[in-house]
């Protein structure tokens, strides 16, 4: 079962959601990047992205929905996922069943990324280090708060052009962004504590 209290949070728009998903079965849950993709059991996919506020959560059908939940899905015998963002700057995008669809635009998983590979992605650009680090096409799913802890770990300005670091400030990079990614794993992340 599925109940889509806002249409605008689909992309592309015009996309009928809840038939889309009504008696699918969910068979496989990844994510890649910022992206949670969902794989059903008829090879369609979407994905929820959560944006800076959004919120995925599971629980007991009875439970208060709270406002701005924009998105509940029957997920098996006494389970509702819920997705609720009050600024509603995450949302769900259908990618249906074609391949490779929930990489389009996006870069290498960091915590996946060689040395070689980031000098290659940054030497592509001559923005900023912290703008290129953040755009989701050169490295996926960091985001401000992660690039600018990485960056000062390894002594790298944020304002230094990408395609300028040397290759020892590429691989203190690397590595830094590895550990701050690691460190932040073990004590939850930057997600506030509010739910």
């Known amino acids: 079962a599925v109940t889509l209290a806002r249409t605008d949070i689909v992309t592309p728009a015009g996309v009928d959601l809840v038939s889309l998903l009504t008696g699918r079965r969910v068979v496989d849950v990844r994510r890649r990047g910022k992206r949670i993709v969902f794989t059903l059991d008829d090879g369609n996919r979407f994905y929820i992205h959560l944006g800076m506020t959004g919120q995925l959560t599971a629980g007991p059908p009875k439970a208060a929905r709270l406002p701005h939940t924009h998105?509940?899905?029957?997920?098996?015998?006494g389970r509702?996922?819920?997705?609720?963002?009050?600024?509603?700057?995450?949302?769900?995008?259908?990618?249906?069943?074609?391949?490779?669809?929930?990489?389009?635009?996006?870069?290498?998983?960091?915590?996946?990324?060689?040395?070689?590979?980031?000098?290659?992605?940054?030497?592509?650009?001559?923005?900023?280090?912290?703008?290129?680090?953040?755009?989701?096409?050169?490295?996926?799913?960091?985001?401000?708060?992660?690039v600018d802890e990485s960056l000062f770990a390894a002594g790298i300005h944020p304002l230094a052009a990408a395609n300028r670091l040397t290759a020892e400030q590429v691989a203190r990079l690397n590595r830094a962004i590895k550990l701050t990614l690691r460190r932040a794993l073990r004590h939850g992340g930057s997600t506030l504590r509010d739910y």
């Open 71 to 77: 998105l509940e899905l029957d997920v098996g015998p």
């Open 80 to 146: 509702v996922l819920r997705f609720r963002d009050p600024r509603r700057f995450g949302g769900v995008w259908w990618l249906g069943a074609e391949s490779g669809a929930q990489d389009e635009g996006m870069g290498p998983e960091p915590l996946a990324l060689r040395p070689g590979q980031l000098a290659r992605q940054l030497a592509r650009t001559t923005r900023a280090v912290k703008n290129a680090l953040m755009d989701q096409r050169v490295v996926a799913g960091l985001g401000n708060i992660y």
